[in-house]
């Protein structure tokens, strides 16, 4: 099927989210790291002058960007393990979740995690956990997201056992109780146990220097701001 | 098929995206007016208690929520004139374009237009004007972003001709000039010429009044934060 590269950076959430689904589809591909994401490569401007952004996947030289436009396309392009349900509706709802784990649950737990302590804060993390108790709706009755095999929603999803636990550390914060998201808790902990999905997630110490530098970051600006 | 209703209003530009695939596949259809978005219908509560937005789509009494989400929903439900192309790649791009209609074009038509002048009202419209560039060298060489005939991305972006003239309007600024975007200038021309794209756009003085309403009240919200 043609050269598959992925121009990615170990400890984006999004980069992982195509690792995996190209492990899942069995699909060979060589690993680009892009270096330094305050310099960024020329490979990565030339293919996303849009958005300047990783995850970029080429394939026959042909860019693609934004995580699940590449996810959709790592499905029609190779059919086999299929990740989205067949059902359009059942499509539907995988669709709208995975919209809504980036633009609220990523959104909120990071939020959550670089406020510093006081009502800021108290605040984003109730946001956070409401929206994580809409997810915990969805996995009522089943093993994964995707039924007894994982699928596309557990893929997007699958930040939440490993990164949002060190945002988590980071922020100074409990989001995922155990009491209150039982569900997810345990949707978590069978999801990271599969040797394929353990492969490619970074190791904790370099994304808690990550993350730690990140608050660093947009904390200053938020006192300069003040 | 089964019935199917949409729960929408007339100005929004998101609702008449899911209006035109409708009826570009020739699906009959119930249009629920939502009628005051400050005091949400019990119905659109309770099918979209996530986002509690519209529009939403009601099929068998199923809800199918998000713009985007909706297109594709009816894409793979109503096969006939497709509104994706076929190539994977291909609906890759579209996908790709279609998030940053919504994402960086809708809402920065929407920033410039609701600033008051100044500094940050330049840059604004500086910055829409960007993401416009990167639109108009998508339709080169084609009538329309589809090709010959209108498709998915026409459908996200449709709401150019009749909306952002609106938003010029009320914002007292241009965005989409002729002279720097020709080929937009010509689609939009083409594309609002179509009758049953014509059959589905709100009244122009129901968009002034809906618009001047929002910039007022995002403009006191802005002066009671100084």
């Known amino acids: ?3 598959v590269k992925l121009i990615a950076t170990t400890q984006s959430l999004f980069c992982t989210r195509v690792e995996w689904a190209l492990k899942l589809k069995g699909v060979e591909y060589e690993f680009i790291e892009e270096e330094d994401l305050r310099n960024k490569s020329p490979l990565l401007l030339k293919y996303n002058p849009v958005h300047k952004k990783v995850p970029l996947l080429l394939h026959h030289g042909k860019p693609i960007a934004e995580s699940l436009v590449i996810l959709e396309y790592i499905e029609e392009t190779w059919k086999e393990n299929p990740l989205l349900p067949q059902d359009p509706y059942e499509r539907a709802l995988a669709r709208f979740w995975a919209q809504f784990l980036g633009d609220k649950c990523v959104f909120g737990a990071w939020e959550a995690a670089h406020k510093a302590e006081g009502e800021e804060k108290t605040k984003a993390i109730e946001s956070a956990q409401e929206s994580l108790a ?5 996995i009522a ?3 994964y997201f995707g039924g007894e095999e994982i699928g596309f ?3 997007v999803a699958g930040w939440i056992p490993h990164w949002l636990s060190v945002m988590e550390e980071v922020g100074g914060m409990k989001l995922l109780e155990a009491e209150k998201f039982p569900l997810l808790h345990e949707w978590a902990h069978n999801f990271i146990q599969i040797p394929l999905i353990r492969e490619c997630i970074p190791p904790r110490e370099k994304l808690l220097d990550y993350f730690n530098a990140s608050i660093s970051y947009m904390r200053s600006l938020a006192t300069n701001k003040q």
Request: glycine share 14%; charged share 45%.
């Open 1 to 3: 099927m043609g050269e």
């Open 134 to 138: 809409f997810l915990e709706k969805q």
């Open 141 to 143: 009755g089943k093993k």
């Open 153 to 155: 929603l557990d893929i």
